[in-house]
């Protein structure tokens, strides 16, 4: 009995590659910083392409095609998809573009505990944050506006996708500080203290438990971004 895998962004990527021809890892690597997917795909850690192409031979997706030996040269085992793999590959593709999946980026999860920082230093880092963000938003604009006057246009659309949301990202972190800045976003120490029991003590008046809660309005934003989708 084959293994099963889960799809991921390097997996689907391995399956893309190798539909357009048998190849080894080495080579889907050059292709992924030739061809700019490296903004996409995490391959900063090398062993991760072995490992994501281990997961597809086990699940019976990519076979050995062959290895390769060369002369004072490690071997270079070459791959290939499977009919198995030929079925999985659109499939994946469809899914992980019409599927919203729910994702844990850093920046939100830091701004969700920025209260453990004071108002003036949490503003300071938004700005800093805010001035990396133009730098690459003005870099991504001189390289969209470059390639397309050689490249179609379906081969960045990952570029102008990734352009967008820093846009977005931007705009809303310019929001944030301006509200910092003019005082109507504020706390303090005393304030979060009063809030922290209040909070604990509507556990004791016949309130649902923090737990509880916090699994509504999950499920309540997961509902809401399925509708939206629909």
Known sequence: MRATTRRSALALAVLEFLWEAPMHPYGMQRLIKERGKDHV??????????????????????????TQRQENRPDRTVYRLT????????RWLREAIS????????????????TGLLPEDARQQLEARGGRLRRELERMEAELKTYARSIPRVFLLEEEYLRDV???E???IQSVVRDLRNGILTWNPEQLRRFAEQYSAGNTSGNEDRSTATRRR???????RQGSFS
Do not use: C, H
């Open 41 to 66: 795909l995490n391959i900063r850690v090398r062993a991760s392409i072995y490992q994501t192409i281990d997961r597809l031979r086990r699940a019976g997706l990519i076979a050995v095609e062959e």
């Open 83 to 90: 009919d198995e793999g030929r079925e999985v590959a659109p």
């Open 99 to 114: 599927t919203p999946t729910e994702e844990f980026p850093e920046f939100p999860a830091a701004i969700s505990f920025m």
């Open 166 to 168: 820093l846009r977005v």
């Open 170 to 172: 931007l705009r809303w």
């Open 218 to 224: 999950a499920a309540a934003r997961r509902k809401s």
